[in-house]
């Protein structure tokens, strides 16, 4: 039940999630709950979406999941101002042909088509979060900016939130369910519920100077860079497009620990430092704003505190190079979401929500070293890393299985070694419990969809069209009140799916012809049966019962 104050200063609001926080994190996990019909309430504490070009990188897991909650098109339209940027610079000068390509496309001879319908994508978040807010807000998000969260606590049944607004002024007491922390790396939420932090901590430090220039486009010619390394010793920087043309950012290291402040970065400070490192004496420059931001690697003991969820920068930390920690934290808000909304449905059991912090929490330590790992590779500028702090020999290398090939060793699955790496050396997508479903194309009923195109609201069965298994999907089911959808693969008039004529779907998921797999809301795999089974509905029941922490 709501509390209200007694002296009548605050008004009351009932919702089954509150939401704090309105960034990339906080307004994907608003998406993701609307996607799948669940009431929440947002709130943010500024008063609008962010107005500084930064964590642009969307990597190709995080396109997929706004692929399936029918966000591709928007995207890629507030993305088509860096469509063709590809590929990292590494350069003492922009002046000359001097420097190397890190890498000079992102995803070369389009190998990435192998394992996912979804490929990368280019977009700033200032352009981001306003088409996550418009979406988020059109599928019934109460979505509150300009709101801070004053205070909380949490009973057995519930979380008890006092909110104001910073316009006027009035406060408000939310009653919800559940609470998700999506309020940024110094989580006043983690804080309050004494969850401490590990790893190395603050890392390196910058300084994020956005300015105009109209020459410098031209002095970067056709090398349509997502980001240049400038190595220059005396004014080293990393610089990023915003629109190609005259708008830039450049990152500048800063040493606070040496006492250097804030104010020390003036606009004459910042120009020369600017024109130094691109190599052209007189460049025009235009500062328009700039902002500190710290890289550091922690990691939050704990992501669950009875009914409050950690989420993006609240549990983890990681540095920019790679993109890892916006996208960490978006594939958290998916995995949460699914699972909240099995719980407040009634057709998962409360234990399903404890599975979030078992399954995230080891991603994020893996994904936060390599975040580490590819600062060192890119000789990020400010970092000054220990010994070893690169990996073997400092070992340059891609990301695509970081990205794909992260696996759950134990959560919400079946069959699985817990003693398993959560990233393994080599892309595999076979469909071995608690890796993420294989993609390949198929059609159904006229149109080609991907495998990944099924996995969204509701939990899938694949079988062939021969088997027991969907007359038993069907019963249990409806046994168990759970959202079940049982598609037959094969090419008989029996089959809701038919495969490319060279594509064995049994053989990609890892199972014979007569097994079956189930797979996620999130298009995580939880369970196979490799083969036949003497009662497909008993083995069906209790996977089921078992990883939707059902008694």
Known sequence: MNRFDPAGEATGHRTP??????????????????????????????????????????????????????????????????AVNNGILQTPSLVGDAGEWLFKNIDPGGGVARFSPAGWCLCSQNDLEPVLL????ELGGDLRFATELMSFEQDAEGVTAQVK????????????????AADGPRSPIREQLGIGQSGPGDLFHNVSITFVSRGLADVVGDRKFIVCYLTNP????????????????????????????????????????????????DLDVEITDRAPWHAAQRIAERYVDGRVFLVGDSAHEMPPTGAFGSNTG?????????????????????GLLASYGAERRPVAETTSARAAARSVEHSHPGYAPGPGSGGPQGKKGGILNEVLGYRYPQGAVLGTDPTMPVVSDGLRLT?????????????????????????ERSLVLLSSEDG?????????????????DSYRIGAGPDAELSPASDTDWAEAHGVTPDGAVLVRPDGFVAWRSEGASADPGAALRQALTAILGRD
């Open 330 to 350: 978006i594939q958290d808000a998916h995995n949460l979401a699914w699972k909240l909304a099995a719980v407040l449905g009634g057709w998962a059991g409360p």
């Open 134 to 137: 418009k979406h988020a807000g």
């Open 468 to 484: 027991d298994w969907h007359a038993a999907a069907t019963r249990v089911a409806r046994q168990l009140s759970v959202p079940l």
């Open 165 to 180: 607004s910073r316009g006027t002024g009035e406060h408000t007491t939310i009653r919800a369910d559940y609470l998700v």
């Open 234 to 281: 005396e004014a080293d920087g990393a610089l990023l497009p915003v629109d190609n043309r005259e708008h830039w950012v450049f990152h500048a290291p800063w040493h606070p620990e040496h006492g250097e402040t804030l104010e020390e970065f003036t606009d004459e400070r910042c120009i020369e430092h600017i024109r130094r490192a691109v190599g052209v004496p």
């Open 17 to 82: 999630v509150l939401i704090v926080g309105g960034s990339l994190v906080g307004l994907s996990t608003s998406l993701f709950l609307g996607r799948l019909g669940v009431p929440h309430t947002l709130v943010e504490r500024h008063a609008g979406t962010s107005i500084h070009p930064r964590g642009r990188g969307n990597n190709v897991r995080t396109m997929e999941l706004f692929r399936s909650a029918g966000m591709t098109r928007p995207i890629q339209e507030a993305a088509s101002v860096l």
């Open 431 to 455: 469909g071995e419990p608690g890796s993420r479903a294989p993609h390949m194309w198929l059609n159904r009923a006229g149109t080609r969809v991907s495998t990944l195109d099924l996995y």
